[in-house]
């Protein structure tokens, strides 16, 4: 999985089967997060956010879940397919830091036909 | 809408050298922002703005400038050019309150400085 500031990790799945991609954050303070998705040669892209008052939340295919004890947050995707290999990064918004943002290095997940 | 976007592509300056980075969306988003991206390394946030006439300062500011005299753009200024900046840039808009709102990218543009 991601840390903010570690490096870029990979995760590599067949096609059709689950991923989890995993982000520790620092500071327990941080209220709000999102994670997106950035395809090869083009920017991010917002999958799926998550309050502090939440631990889990569902998309389309897609899961977050917060663990606020030990500052974790985890992308669940389900029956992944190839158009999901990219690198995935989550971001951290702290109180009264307005409209700021840090974000995780990301893992690069590729999926196997 | 073409949502958020970013010129040049690609570009490439010799150190102190100027340019200005082109960001423009047609969203009418209140918030916009510039982040870098280098290898290995989060999206680190430049400069933001919260509306028209006012940016302020994020965590990497120091060699760019910015203004926005219009909802619509808002470039970003490298006054002198070194090779610490070679990165790639990204420009974001949302509505005014990031917590509830998406955060749109525009495609990048890589920046090489020699």
């Known amino acids: 999985g991601e840390s903010v500031g570690l490096h870029l990790p990979t995760l590599s799945v067949q096609e059709g089967d689950n991923s989890i991609i995993n982000c520790a954050y620092s500071n327990s303070a941080s209220d709000y997060f999102i994670w997106y998705k950035q395809e090869s040669g083009k920017g991010p892209q917002f999958i799926i956010d998550?309050?502090?008052?939440?631990d889990k939340r569902q998309g389309q295919r897609v899961t977050v879940l917060l663990n606020k004890t030990v500052k974790h947050l985890s992308l669940q995707i389900a029956a992944t397919q190839p158009g999901d290999s990219a690198v995935y990064f989550c971001?951290?918004?702290?109180?009264?830091?307005?409209?700021?943002?840090?974000f995780g290095t990301g893992t690069s997940l590729t999926v196997i036909p | 809408n073409a949502g958020v976007t970013q010129t040049p592509k690609f570009q490439v300056l010799k150190t102190g050298q100027s340019m200005t980075l082109q960001c423009a969306q047609d969203m009418n988003h209140e918030y916009m922002s510039w982040y870098r991206q280098d290898p290995g390394m989060g999206l680190r946030l430049i400069h933001y703005s919260v509306g028209a006439g006012i940016t302020d300062q994020g965590e990497v500011p120091n060699g760019y400038n910015v203004s926005r005299s219009t909802t619509e753009d808002f470039p970003l200024r490298l006054l002198s050019a070194a090779p610490s900046q070679t990165s790639v840039y990204f420009c974001?808009?949302?509505?005014?309150?990031?917590?509830?709102?998406?955060?749109?990218f525009g495609p990048g543009t890589r920046l090489t400085v020699l």
């Open positions: 971001a951290e918004n702290l109180p009264n830091t307005g409209n700021q943002f840090y």
């Open positions: 974001a808009s949302s509505l005014a309150d990031l917590s509830y709102n998406e955060q749109f």
């Open positions: 998550i309050r502090s008052n939440m």
